[in-house]
């Protein structure tokens, strides 16, 4: 029996959450040590997937399969493609940042009551584990009732990660700081309880029909013919699949969730948010949804299309306008989220490749912004624009990151995030030109809130409540360095991505059987 990998690479961060709930509450630094220590040894974990991974190989590696629920036909299933693999990575790779970004995100304030028993730093740490392994365990889940429990279940510690551990940085005082966490937990738990509930319906509803929640051997029947679903049944239960995962993205008009969520919530958990937690909905769209309904994906395909666009340009307008740094952040990723989907439902091999390297680049890009923005709303206690001024001349790496972060966002060439969205684009225009053209209006507008974010805060007179900030320090550069490279990285060879995504993107094309439209104009001899 060969070593179950993709177990271990999702137990080790349970564990560590356990471990470091455990420790006194006196000992808040190990605390911290131990739940870093534990985020490494996954990356490790995660580092050794990668190695082992095929990209030429079988669809589903490391594949792990043991009964669970044999009255019902329900497994414990795992295994990993190229789209899930580079998923676990980036997941793996943005913990260990989140938790020295946060290290004192969660001590207890100076004028606070001393209790030892209350343990508001482990908590806070233990909880990012317990969000890593149910993420990395989701990307894994080849049984749709497994994926359900854990695509669920992540809520639970996210809700008490924005609702008891909200920004310090509020404009009101204490008592209207917990009222908005609470409504943004709240709202964060709705939003995806309603989604969540009605997958549940749609995931009985595919049990009654095909008799077992195995994704391969569903997509395997329905390719050899020997399982098909009515018409209007297959269409139902997509758009119940489709349902849950687009709160998750999240797509207009059900992001509403996302702006407060990540206002209220600290830098380091609206990374969490958007950059890990999020990917889950856009993976399961091209997992599940395609591969379990590919006629109703092809039959909603111009709705989505059309719902896609809307996100693209509301949420880059939308940012346009934001006094916040951290909502604009939330309204630019909105529209990112946009260009991923669109990239999905263009069923085109360069539209699927570009959504799935948008979904890491995104990933890295907003780690690094979102995080470089909270070291900033830190040391001036405020998350409003106009509060700032001038900083790049007191803190010149500090403003030089943000703005490579700002950059990246907006996708400039030569930073990573440039070669996903061209491919979006391209993969769009191809098939859908009306939709690839109105599309390119969210990279007009992205290089407007991005440009505009930095001209006020960093540039201009200094103002006084910035005069004495100081620049990072090393354990801020220890988080963001590492980022910053690899968006340069990625920006100038994508290759090491590209080469495991695609032929996961040509087995999710097989399944629509769809083909890339040939060219028009055929090439001179």
Not at 76 to 91: C, Q, R, S
Not at 269 to 281: F, P, S
Not at 387 to 392: A, E, K, N
Not at 487 to 506: D, Q, R, S
């Amino acid at each position: 029996m060969s070593f179950p990998l993709l177990t271990a690479t999702a137990v080790l961060p349970a564990v560590g959450a356990i471990a470091t709930a455990a420790v006194p509450a006196a000992r808040r630094t190990a605390a911290k040590w131990l739940a870093l220590l534990f985020s490494l040894a996954t990356l490790a974990l995660a580092v050794l997937v990668l190695v082992r991974f095929e990209p030429g190989g079988a669809r589903y590696q490391l594949t792990e399969s043991h009964a669970w629920i044999a009255d019902f036909g329900v497994r414990y299933e795992l295994g990993v493609d190229g789209i899930g693999v580079a998923l676990l990575a980036l997941t793996a790779l943005l913990i260990p940042f989140v938790i020295l970004a946060g290290w004192h995100d969660a001590d207890p304030l100076e004028d606070a009551r001393p209790n030892r028993r209350w343990r508001p730093t482990q908590g806070f740490f233990a909880l990012i584990l317990m969000v890593e392994a149910m993420v990395i365990l989701s990307f894994e889940a080849t049984d749709v009732f497994l994926f359900y429990i854990l695509f669920e279940a992540m809520l639970i510690p996210m809700y008490f990660l924005i609702g008891g551990f909200g920004d310090r940085a509020h404009a009101g005082g204490d008592e209207a700081a917990a009222t908005q966490r609470s409504y943004a937990a709240v709202k964060f738990l709705l939003y995806n309880l309603v989604g969540g509930l009605i997958m549940l319906a749609a995931v009985i509803g595919l049990y009654v029909v095909a008799g077992t929640f195995s994704l391969s051997e569903i997509v395997a029947a329905r390719a050899d013919g020997s399982l098909s679903m009515a018409t209007g049944t297959e269409r139902w239960l997509f758009l119940g699949f489709f349902f849950a995962f687009a709160v998750k993205a999240p797509l207009w008009p059900l992001h509403t969730w996302l702006p407060n969520a990540m206002g209220e919530a600290t830098a380091p958990v609206a990374v969490l948010i958007t950059a890990v937690v999020d990917k889950v909905g856009t993976f399961a769209m091209l997992r599940f949804c395609l591969g379990l309904f590919p006629e109703a994906s092809t039959w909603a395909t111009p709705a989505i299309l059309v719902l896609a666009l809307i996100s693209i340009v509301y949420g880059a307008l939308l940012a346009v306008g934001q006094r916040d740094i951290k909502r604009l952040i939330a309204y630019a990723s909105i529209s990112h989220f946009g260009f991923i989907i669109m990239g999905i439902f263009a069923m085109t091999s360069q539209g699927q490749s570009g959504a799935t390297l948008y979904m890491v680049n995104h990933g890295i890009s907003t780690a690094a912004l979102m995080l470089v923005a909270g070291f900033l709303i830190s040391r001036r206690g405020s998350r409003l624009i106009a509060d700032y001024g001038g900083v790049q001349k007191v803190a010149p790496v500090l403003a030089g990151t943000f703005l490579i972060g700002g950059l990246a966002t907006l996708s400039l060439p030569g930073l990573s995030p440039f070669v996903s969205e061209f491919l979006v684009l391209v993969g769009t225009f191809s098939r859908y030109p009306v939709v690839g053209v109105i599309a390119t209006v969210g990279i007009v507008l992205a290089a407007l809130y991005v440009l505009v974010l930095y001209q006020r805060t960093m540039t201009g007179p200094v103002k006084d409540a910035v005069r004495t900030m100081p620049d990072l320090r090393i354990r801020e550069l220890v988080v963001v360095t590492p980022l910053i490279a690899l968006l340069l990285f990625l920006g100038v060879y994508p290759k090491p991505l590209t080469e495991i995504v695609n032929p996961a993107v040509e087995h999710t094309m097989s399944d629509v059987q769809k083909t890339d439209p040939k060219p028009e104009v055929e090439a001179a001899p």
